[in-house]
Structures are given as C-alpha cells and as structure tokens.
C-alpha cells in the first residue's frame, strides 16, 4: 500500500519518524494555504492508496481527556464568512456557495470512506479556523454554531483536497488543551503526542 502521512509539523509526529515504516512522510506547515499546496503538489507527483493527516487539537468539551486521541469524519471552514456585529455567517448561509455542491454536504467536508469505521478511535466532529487565539465570544460563537467538539488549523482543507482528488483519508487528532486556553503549561503537549503516534502506529501495522 502506498501510504501518505501528512502532519503540520514535525513535532508532532516526531516518535513516527523514529520508526521503521514504508510510509512517505509529508510536514504541509501550520494552516490551511500551506495543507492545500503542499498535498496538492505531493499526490500529483505519486499516486497513494491512502493519506492520514495527524496532529494535536483543542477540545471543546469540558468533559474530554487531554491526550484522547479521536478520528475526525466531518469537518467545516468555521470562520470562512461574513462578521457583523455579534452575528456570523458562512459563505453558505450568504448565498455565495451552495452548501450541497461537491464536496460540501450541507457545510461539511464529510469522510465518506468506510475505512474509519475499521479504528477503535471515537468520532469527533472538527471545526478548522485561520486564528486560534482566547477570544471568549469567537470560541463560544463557534462551538454553538457548528456544535463541533476538536478545533484545528489545517483539517477541513485536508478533507476538502482529499475529497476532490478521490482519495481516501483519515484525520486523527490527539487532544492537547482546551479551545482558548493560551497558558501552555496546562496543556498536555507531551502526552498528547505520544498517544497520537501509539495510535498512529497501531493503525499502519493493521492495515
């Protein structure tokens, strides 16, 4: 099997790295223009059977575990839209985009792959955003709106190049922190990642 690891950073799937595998490694940087242009750029130049995006991600939920890794299935641009006051709304709810056009069901970039269900990892529903920050308003606007429950930078448009290309893929998540909590030493940085690369491992070896 041609397998494709992407990760933001090298950090994060540093312990992968340190292991004998067949799989070809790609680091895309933070974000999503640089998720975009750099898987584009690597599957037109090799064809892969499957491509797993792994890295850490805020949680939501008062009641998650940090370090819990998840697999996220569905996934949404959170702040792609239009600020006015208090009130937010997507391209969709505008009217600029169809929320239905592929490769959007309803405003989700949604893993159709059954391949998913193959893991013994609990789903999550991600948000991905261009700022992370302790806004308390844009945290609290978002989680009610789209009701997700892991928030990253690079996961939506690791679904939406996937899904546009026919590729099948997997986003994992390890959870480091709670969304909005800037004070690092509350994070669980080094438990997050050790998980997520246990995980990753087991998941490669039962392919």
């Known amino acids: 099997m041609n397998l494709l690891i992407a990760a933001a950073t090298e950090f994060e799937i540093e312990p992968f790295l340190k292991e004998k595998n067949n799989a070809e490694i790609l680091i895309t940087g933070v974000g999503i223009p640089a998720t975009v242009f750099h898987l584009v750029k690597k599957i037109s130049e090799r064809k892969f059977d499957l491509v797993v995006q792994v890295g850490i991600a805020g949680s939501f939920n008062d009641n998650d575990d940090l370090g819990k890794v998840v697999q996220v299935k569905e996934d949404a641009f959170a702040d792609l839209g239009i600020a006015e006051g208090s009130n937010f709304k997507t391209v969709f709810e505008m009217g600029f ?32 955003v261009n700022k992370i920050g302790d806004d308390v308003f844009q945290n609290k606007m978002i989680k009610e709106k789209f009701s997700a429950d892991v928030e990253s930078m690079e996961g939506a448009a690791f679904h ?7 590729i099948r893929f997997l986003q994992i998540r390890s959870i480091s922190n709670k969304v909005g909590e800037r004070d690092k030493s509350k994070w669980k940085l080094k438990e997050s990642i050790e998980n997520l690369n246990k995980k990753l491992l087991k998941i490669i070896k039962n392919l």
């Open 97 to 128: 985009n169809n929320k239905n056009d592929f490769p959007f069901t309803d405003g989700w970039l949604i893993n159709p792959d059954p391949f998913w269900q193959k893991n013994d990892l609990p789903f999550a529903k991600g948000i991905t």
């Open 160 to 166: 939406y190049v996937c899904l546009l290309q026919n």
